[in-house]
């Protein structure tokens, strides 16, 4: 498996790093929507949110918060963005799991173009109906 960010943790690739501990690496995005945008990845290879262990994904959110308050602090952006992609339909480019925390600012002109629907008579209670049945087998 060839994994940038594996590379990155065992230092076999360069990265500015933000933080680090056991579990989870911090650092600045090579390719940054703003910057200050950061990657927050567990230590341990995990393809994507529901490859990741409860814990890990505990370690991953408390240090997201962690770098976006010093994010904040320090680059005084408008507002910020937390989000991770995963599967390839949704973005996803490196198979680690990760969460992207980017600055935003009022006049940056970046925009989610959504095209979002709405429920057509009993769709809305069907689809709840077939997430629900699936609950339990994530408990």
């Known amino acids: 498996m060839n994994c940038i960010f594996c590379d990155i943790i065992e230092r076999k690739a360069p990265a500015e790093i933000i933080f680090e501990d056991d579990k989870v690496l911090a650092f600045l995005d090579i390719k940054p929507i703003h910057y200050g945008h950061i990657l ?5 290879h995990y393809s ?5 262990p409860g814990d890990a994904l505990c370690s991953i959110i408390k240090t997201a918060k962690m770098v976006t308050g010093a994010l904040v602090k320090s680059l005084k952006p408008d507002g910020y ?4 992609n995963n599967g390839k339909a949704a973005g996803q480019s490196v198979f680690h799991f990760h969460m992207h925390i980017t600055p935003r600012y009022f006049k940056d002109e970046i925009h989610f173009k959504l095209k979002l629907k709405d429920y057509k008579n009993t769709e809305m209670q069907n689809i709840a109906s077939l997430i629900k049945n699936e609950i339990s087998n994530y408990i």
Do not use: G, Q, T, Y
Request: proline share 7%; no cysteine; net charge neutral.
């Open 48 to 52: 994507d949110l529901l490859e990741i």
């Open 40 to 44: 927050v990845v567990p230590k341990k």
């Open 81 to 84: 963005n937390l989000f991770s």
